[in-house]
């Protein structure tokens, strides 16, 4: 007879990537673990939370709160994304990431692209990002802890969920000018996108980022991912993949 314990991970698929940063880049707000410096023990706490143009998280805090004194004493920190549904909240897909945050000091251009980011993502968040006592924070990513669902536990690196590449940095120079006309000019292909790819139903879809692996919509308070394809290998691909996916999308929609 076997006496060894099973392994209830499961080897790291691409779907299980594909998983993980739909949950990361969909999260409208976390759970957020730290170290309380007076006591040393767990502190959590709900946050808002956007992404990077890398998939890092992106969180904005006010310096009086336990949660911001416990990440500034101590880096370390750990995130933990995924909506529950209807049914067992546990039978929901759901990630733990452990991160290091930094602080994202005003006027650098990581400062700078947070902000923009993260009130695309979350605009009602204008009313406070500039009171002198709010910081961004960029929570980089060490490791992760993938729960897709009973018996689906992955162990994910940090190369599964963060991007990485020159490419990165080209298209996030681009990408602010790129979702602005998007949004301006063709609404009617992101809600085809969102009608095809996403397969939601409701209407008011507008972007809200775009990044070399796919872009994220929203409407109201729902949020979706949709990925490319295949990640782009610079920004000159940018426009021929959303010119063909519109394209894709318009004449599925329309059958």
Not at 69 to 78: G, M, N, P
Not at 224 to 249: G, H, N, Q, S
Request: glycine share 8%; proline share 4%.
């Amino acid at each position: 007879m076997n006496d060894q314990p099973k392994d209830v991970l499961r080897e790291t698929d691409a779907e299980a990537i594909r998983l993980a940063k739909t949950l990361v880049r969909a999260a409208r707000f976390g759970a957020l673990a730290a170290l309380d410096p007076e006591t040393g023990a767990p502190l959590a706490s709900r946050v808002g939370v956007a992404t990077d143009a890398d998939g890092s998280p992106l969180i904005l805090v006010s310096g009086l709160a336990a949660h911001t004194k416990a990440i500034v004493a101590d880096q370390r920190c750990s995130l933990l994304l995924g909506e529950p549904g209807k049914g067992d909240p546990l039978a929901h897909a759901r990630i733990t990431l452990q991160c290091r945050a930094v602080k994202l000091e005003r006027e650098t251009p990581e400062r700078i692209r947070a902000e923009w980011r993260y009130l695309s993502r979350n605009p009602k968040a204008k009313l406070y990002v500039g009171l002198g006592d709010f910081s961004f924070f960029r929570l980089d990513i060490e490791r992760a802890s993938l729960n897709g669902g009973f018996g689906k536990a992955y162990a994910l690196k940090r190369e599964d969920i963060v991007l990485d590449g020159p490419a990165v940095e080209e298209l996030a120079a681009a990408e602010q000018r790129a979702v602005d006309h998007m949004n301006d000019d063709h609404l009617d292909a992101i809600a085809n996108y969102a009608r095809h790819f996403a397969k939601a139903d409701s209407a008011g879809w507008i972007m809200t980022g775009l990044d070399i692996d796919g872009f994220d919509i929203v409407a109201g308070d729902e949020a979706r991912r949709i990925f490319f394809p295949a990640p782009l290998k610079d920004a000159r691909e940018m426009r021929e993949m959303l010119v063909a996916m519109a394209k894709e999308a318009r004449e599925a929609v329309q059958l």
